[in-house]
């Protein structure tokens, strides 16, 4: 059962990292065990494990929806962040070997590639990827789970996205970041890290309107067999 519950968990993330289950979308129990051809009690299980990750509100007598993020929650989320990688940053300084800051400056030139060819989706994502390779390289699994958790919950404000996000300027960020990290500037590293994530969440705008509307059905289609393999119903 509780291979089961993982497994939808990590559909619905998913779902919601794909930015198709979005913010304020109700999680009804039965529809989620007829999707997944589960028991509720396995559904109830999923839902509990994505509410420790901040993705899922459970409203009592009303069920369980995927959070809707405000603007304090950017706030809070972002702070979070520059505290994680602030250290890292100090603790990386100038000691990786020559690969990782090959590998650093190559995921910098994906992310350039897909700016320039107007694949916003993408960059985003690689813009993510950025800062969890820059984590990985701390060795500390510890500190990987707290900002891959902190990572999934920006997954919720990137439907609040603005069209006019700055891409470029973040892009340029990274390269400058890696520069001063392999030079072992730290202070001049920490300093750019807090104002890259200041400027990330005035880049966010809270507006419902903005958002796209698809059932929870819909939205999980292309998760549910990987989610339903190896195990029989809960």
């Not at 919601?16 to 509720?40: H, M, W, Y």
């Not at 509990?48 to 950017?74: C, F, H, M, Q």
């Not at 890696?178 to 730290?186: I, S």
């Not at 202070?187 to 890259?196: F, M, N, P, V, W």
């Amino acid at each position: 059962m509780e291979h089961r519950s993982d497994g939808i968990a990590k559909a619905i993330t998913r779902a919601i990292v794909n930015k198709r289950l979005a913010p304020g979308c109700k999680l009804s129990e039965q529809t989620l065990a007829d999707v997944f051809k589960v028991s509720r009690t396995v559904v109830r299980q999923a839902i509990i494990k994505l509410t420790e990750d901040g993705l899922v509100t459970i409203e009592r007598n009303r069920g369980a929806y995927v959070s809707t993020p405000s603007y304090r929650d950017a706030v809070e989320i972002y702070d979070a962040l520059t505290i994680l990688e602030q250290g890292v940053a100090a603790q990386l300084a100038g000691r990786l070997d020559a690969r990782s800051w090959s590998e650093l400056r190559r995921h910098v030139e994906l992310q350039h590639k897909a700016v320039e060819e107007h694949q916003d989706g993408l960059a985003d994502q690689l813009g993510s990827g950025f800062h969890e390779l820059l984590i990985k390289f701390s060795n500390n699994s510890v500190v990987q789970a707290m900002h891959s958790q902190l990572i999934r919950r920006t997954s919720l404000l990137r439907f609040l996205v603005d069209s006019r996000f700055d891409y470029c300027g973040l892009l340029h960020d990274h390269a400058v970041l890696v520069d001063l990290l392999e030079e072992g500037q730290v202070a001049e590293a920490q300093k750019l890290i807090d104002e890259h994530h200041r400027t990330v969440v005035r880049g966010y705008l809270l507006d419902m309107e903005r958002i796209p509307k698809m059932s929870a059905r819909e939205a999980l289609a292309p998760f549910v067999e990987a989610a339903t393999e190896g195990g029989p119903p809960g």
